[in-house]
């Protein structure tokens, strides 16, 4: 099975279920940052600024067991429901030079699900196979192996080559699980 990582959904895997990151954890992210906001008018040291700041802590860690309860659930989902799982080499650092993919990346905690993943596929003697970085997985077409160029803002692949209109995400996923199958970015029937 594939799983592709992405920004706009957190994980897509080539079966078609989607895990789309967290909304509550969104709703509590936007809050906190209210309350932030408040806080930083307040007086520092007084009754108000005191209760703001207990807030302030109390949703952070709300925020955090969020996230940490939701990525649980998916990479526990992902490694004891499969016996192969690729994922991709993820390009974090390249990826986080891109200042507004940073701040959605840093949200999902993509590192934190990588690391999950690792030792419970152990647990769970799943085979873990990661992507050669250089995998275009996002650039083949899952249907007929043909390569185009996919900027970040196309959502959806649309092959030249054989007209599959697919999901951008689902579409690499495709391409991840048939790693596991060839192991290598040869094109179907090509040998
Ligand atoms: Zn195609």
Redesign the pocket.
């Known amino acids: 099975m594939g799983v592709d990582f992405g920004v706009k959904t957190l994980a897509v895997l080539s079966s078609g279920i989607e895990f789309k990151g967290l909304k509550p954890y969104r709703n509590a992210g936007a809050k906190l940052a209210r309350v932030q906001r408040k806080l930083a008018k307040k007086v520092k040291g007084s009754k108000n600024w005191e209760k703001f700041q207990r807030s302030v802590q109390k949703l952070h860690h709300r925020v955090a067991n969020l996230r940490k309860d939701y990525l649980h659930k998916m990479t526990t989902y992902i490694a004891k429901n499969h016996s192969v799982v690729v994922i991709e080499d993820l390009n974090i650092s390249g990826m986080m030079a891109n200042h507004k993919l940073a701040a959605s990346i840093g949200d999902l905690g993509l590192h934190e699900a990588r690391r999950q993943l690792q030792y419970k596929c152990e647990r769970y003697g799943t085979k873990l196979v990661i992507a050669d970085r250089f995998f275009p997985s996002s650039q083949l077409?899952s249907?007929?192996?043909?390569k185009q160029a996919m900027p970040l803002s196309e959502r959806v692949y649309n092959?030249?080559?054989?007209?599959?209109q697919i999901d951008r995400d689902w579409n690499a996923s495709l391409n991840l699980e048939r790693y596991s199958e060839h192991g290598s970015t040869r094109k179907p029937g090509s040998g």
Do not use: Q
């Open positions: 077409c249907n007929c192996g043909n092959c030249k080559n054989c007209g599959t």
